[in-house]
């Protein structure tokens, strides 16, 4: 099965950015999705944005215009966080949909505070 290393949580300001980053155990394939997810305390997990292997993109409504997921290599993806809210605070999980079913990474924490 994959392996999914995330990487970029932290404290930041409102208005701040941040970028996370998800790096595979293999290279991508372009039928395979990629995404970013989050979870708050006391919420269900919500899908944030995705990507396919042919490179088609698809965002909650919440972060549309703030935030974008892209891929700068075969095994690779990010998520850039702009003009970030409070209410962006979250466990961010970055996930791979393959043929074998769905992989997660291991969480990372973005608290958006003053």
């Known amino acids: 099965q994959v392996q999914l290393v995330e990487s970029g949580g932290g404290l930041v300001q409102p208005g701040g950015s941040l970028r996370l980053s998800c790096t595979a155990s293999?290279?991508?394939?372009?039928?395979?999705?990629m995404g970013w997810y989050r979870q708050s305390p006391g919420k269900t997990r919500e899908l944030v944005a995705t990507?396919?292997?042919?490179?088609?993109t698809n965002y909650a409504a919440s972060v549309k215009g703030r935030f974008t997921i892209f891929r700068p290599n075969a095994n690779t993806w990010y998520l850039q966080m702009n003009n970030l809210e409070p209410e962006d605070t979250a466990v961010y999980y970055c996930?791979?949909?393959?043929?074998?079913?769905?992989?997660w990474g291991q969480g990372t924490q973005v608290t958006v505070s003053s």
């Open positions: 293999r290279r991508i394939f372009s039928r395979e999705v």
């Open positions: 996930k791979l949909d393959d043929a074998m079913g769905g992989s």
């Open positions: 990507i396919t292997g042919s490179g088609r």
